[in-house]
């Protein structure tokens, strides 16, 4: 399994920002996957992840009605829409996947998860 994260950069507080998660297509149609992310110092936090159908995403409280989690099946992609962004969003964004079965009604801790993508920095200036 594959997973190739990407679309951070450097965005003033307000703005947003797309990430990508390139994945493969049994990835894209059959695990759960999630987006967690780690700011300096701090442990690696759940950001918001999708059932292995697709059906539900659940979402941090610190992002949620401010972040949207989306899937393109034809690119075999998920995407991390985030707007409003706020220097606490400054972290080092992952996307990582896992093929046991997750409800997408609560939120995974990295232990959850078994593949894991390369993180793309985010950086929210004030």
């Known amino acids: 399994v594959q997973l190739q994260a990407s679309g951070g950069g450097l965005v003033q507080a307000g703005d947003s920002l797309r990430l990508s998660c390139a994945t493969s297509g049994s990835t894209f149609a059959n695990y759960a996957v999630a987006w967690f992310r780690q700011a300096p110092g701090k442990e690696r936090e759940f950001v918001t992840a999708?059932?292995?159908?697709?059906?539900?995403?659940f979402y941090a409280d610190s992002v949620k009605g401010r972040f949207t989690f989306s899937g393109d099946s034809a690119k075999n992609t998920v995407y991390l829409q985030m707007n409003g962004l706020e220097p606490e969003d400054t972290a080092v964004y992952y996307c990582a996947a896992r093929a046991t079965y997750y409800s997408g009604n609560y939120a995974l801790t990295p232990d959850d998860m078994v593949y894991w993508g390369k993180g793309t920095q985010v950086t929210v200036s004030s």
């Open positions: 999708r059932s292995n159908s697709g059906g539900t995403t």
